[in-house]
């Protein structure tokens, strides 16, 4: 590290210190007084400042404010109010400055009560303005919107209709993909209108906030340019059940999921809505569900509450393979790299799954409480506050994208590693006494349900009487599941032990839960004497995932009677024996009995 | 409050927002001093409200060039030691 090293480290520390515009001043004038250092890797941008206020502080501190960000800008100041002649001419020392960026600071004040003041006369000079400079440079625009005049604070609608009618024009004449435009409110918000507004400083300096909101006003500017130039987010993967609604699509169908405004189904609604803001700034949308895709298109079809519509998605994965494997398939047909990818599940399985196979890909810890959510994602600094306009071409981009992710990945050597990491701990217990959650598998569980039997427990208990009846309980280092599947297994003929009901949830497929069942109910039946077991599959509408579940597990077809698909796995089979490493069974205390 | 007291209050602020090396007297005024411009004087406006708890109004700000004015104002006003 060179010597520069620890002083650059020092001046950003007294820059991001700095609360006043004293303190701004002193750091801007320690870090133009140090040679101004930066870093050889950081790109190198030429900032054009011109507006309508005394923009000399931001100007003065917006190298450091920069170089904070890791970019080394050289900046030109316009001279006080020049805005309009300095972007209409051609040949102004604006443009002779060779801006790669250019600033727009435009304040309410000199707008509403100078020489424009209405809005339409507004709207023009500043397209005019700014189409010139699209026109008479490369640079990419960065134009403020009028913040709140004083009087609207005092409740004046006339002063809000104004700024209303102002920011509208703006945001439809000024969509170009080399223009972003800034919001101050916020910022205003923030502060406080009593310590946002002192006309003392207007009168005597034409600054239209108090001195000492500068180094906000000049982080917020700098923010916006610095994502103008690297948005920070370009894509948000997101899972779908309980994260985009409540409860399973899936389980509860597509009327039973929860939307309901007047209840905690609001707090999804607020997810969807934020994420149609970002989709509207021009942030990518994708999906990652495991799910069974004609179940999700029913939710968009028949449900109006849903905000968000199937194009709003540049790319949906919905099936039941590990979600790892969605996103290298998303990120390689939208041709991008992890940098900037979201993603956002409910399941800390799911997020670790994801985290452990693409470390550059960000995954928040969504807080369990949904109705949290919204504001967690809003405070963690992902997404950009500006109001984006589309992507800007090569020209002007100062960072080369990374090549997109090949296709293929390896994911069966980590995944059994991922899955091995879950310690996954399976409590075995018999079906033998009436069980809310029992019952409610029985009646809800839909896709994967080989029989889809709605059995109540006079008609199970007569299933069970020379069979048996199992219910198993997955914990794992995230914590417990639940009840999670629900077997009962009926003997028919004294060799035959015939799976009559096999019904599990869908929260943990693919973690070889399947074969960890098998495995036990194999050995039940091997200790009560029967020589296969035999499978039964009745299809249905919905459970089409496990048409191929037998075959899958090493049974044979051997035939059909009515509705059903038959088939048989020897008990002296080795795979009827074979043991899952990934999952620990455990009898629970109660069971143990034939 | 003497005057000179108050020039003792104000010389502090004067070296961190104008000049470290300054000496304050009350004949200075912006005029006689080259790193005295707007741009400190509104932050030296700000510093002043801030440490001695006075508020100023528009006019004192925009007429404040002259330190024994300045004295004067602040006398006029209670800063207090």
């Known amino acids: 590290m060179s010597d520069h090293g620890g002083t650059l480290a020092s001046l950003l520390a007294r820059y991001r210190a700095a609360q006043t515009l004293q303190q701004l001043a002193a750091s801007a004038r320690d870090y133009e007084a140090a040679g101004a250092p930066s870093e050889p890797a950081w790109p190198k941008i030429r900032v054009a400042l011109t507006g309508n206020y005394s923009t000399q502080f931001l100007a003065h501190g917006f190298p450091v404010a920069m170089a904070a960000r890791g970019f080394a800008a050289a900046v030109y100041e316009s001279p006080y109010n020049q805005w309009r002649a300095e972007l209409l001419q051609a040949n102004s020392p604006l443009y002779g400055f060779a801006p790669t960026h250019v600033i727009l600071a435009l304040s309410s004040i000199e707008l509403a009560y100078g020489s424009l003041r209405s809005p339409p ?7 005019a303005a700014v189409n010139a400079a699209l026109k008479s440079s490369d640079a990419h625009l960065l134009v403020t919107l009028p913040e709140p005049l004083a009087d609207e604070i005092s409740d004046n609608s006339a002063a809000y209709a104004w700024r209303r009618a102002v920011n509208d024009g703006l945001r439809v004449a000024l969509v170009s993909p080399r ?3 800034f919001d101050p409110e916020p910022l205003l918000r923030a502060a406080g209108a ?15 906030f108090h001195p000492d909101r500068t180094p906000a006003v000049l982080g917020a500017l700098a923010d916006a340019l610095a994502g103008a130039i690297a948005p920070r987010c370009k894509l948000v993967v997101v899972d779908l059940d309980d994260t985009l609604w409540g409860g399973r699509a899936g389980d509860d169908g597509f009327d039973g999921i929860d939307l309901d405004a007047g209840g905690k189904g609001r707090h999804f609604l607020r997810l969807q809505a934020f994420l149609q803001g970002l989709r509207d700034k021009g942030t990518l949308l994708a999906i990652a569900s495991k799910n069974d895709p004609a179940t999700v298109q029913e939710v968009f079809a028949k449900r109006p509450e849903m905000m968000l519509r199937p194009e709003d998605f540049a790319g949906m994965e919905i099936h039941w393979e590990p979600k790892s494997s969605s996103f290298a398939r998303i990120l390689e047909r939208l041709k991008l790299s992890t940098a900037g990818v979201v993603f956002l599940d409910d399941n800390p399985v799911e997020r670790a799954e994801v985290r452990g196979r693409f470390p550059d890909i960000t995954v928040p810890e969504l807080p369990d409480d949904p109705a949290q959510r919204v504001a967690m994602l809003l405070r ?18 100062m960072y080369v994208e990374n090549e997109a992710r090949a296709a293929a990945q390896n994911v069966a050597g980590d995944y059994q590693e991922f899955l ?9 217990s018999p079906l033998e006494a009436a069980h809310e959650r029992v019952g409610e598998l029985i009646q809800k569980t839909n896709q994967f349900n080989l029989t889809t039997r709605r059995y109540n427990w006079t008609e199970l208990s007569g299933v069970l009487r020379d069979g048996f009846g199992r219910s198993y309980r997955l914990t794992d280092r995230f914590g417990d599941n639940g009840i999670i599947s629900v077997v009962a297994v009926a003997r028919d003929a004294e060799a035959d032990a015939r799976i009559d009901l096999w019904l599990m949830s869908c929260r943990v497929l693919g973690r070889k839960v399947e074969e960890a069942i098998l495995a036990d109910i194999a050995a039940r039946a091997r200790v009560l004497g029967a020589g296969r077991l035999i499978g039964e599959y009745i299809p249905t509408a919905k459970n089409a995932l496990v048409t191929d579940l037998y075959p899958r597990l090493g049974f044979e077809e051997i035939g059909r009677r009515g509705a059903s698909v038959l088939y048989a796995l020897p008990l002296d089979d080795a795979r009827a024996g074979e043991s899952m490493d990934f999952i620990a069974m455990k009898e629970s205390s109660a069971s143990a009995r034939a | 409050m003497s005057r000179e007291a108050v020039l003792r209050k104000l010389e502090p602020i004067f070296r961190d927002v104008i000049d470290p090396d300054l000496v304050l007297s009350e004949e200075i005024d912006a005029s006689k001093v080259p790193l005295w411009d707007s741009l400190k004087h509104i932050i030296l406006v700000v510093e002043i409200e801030m440490r001695l708890g006075v508020a100023l109004t528009t006019d004192e ?7 024994g004015e300045l004295v004067t104002l602040l006398q006029d006003k209670g800063v207090q030691a």
């Open chain 1, 194 to 208: 009593q310590a946002w507004f002192d006309d003392r400083f207007y009168e005597t300096a034409k600054l239209p």
């Open chain 1, 380 to 397: 963690s600094g992902l997404f950009d506050h500006r109001l984006a306009t589309a992507e800007s071409g090569a020209r002007n981009r």
């Open chain 2, 61 to 67: 700000l925009a007429n404040l060039r002259n330190v």
């Open chain 1, 121 to 127: 006369a507004i709207v023009d000079a500043v397209s």
């Open chain 1, 179 to 181: 223009v972003t435009l």
């Open chain 1, 420 to 428: 091995r990491g879950l310690k996954m701990v399976m409590e075995v």
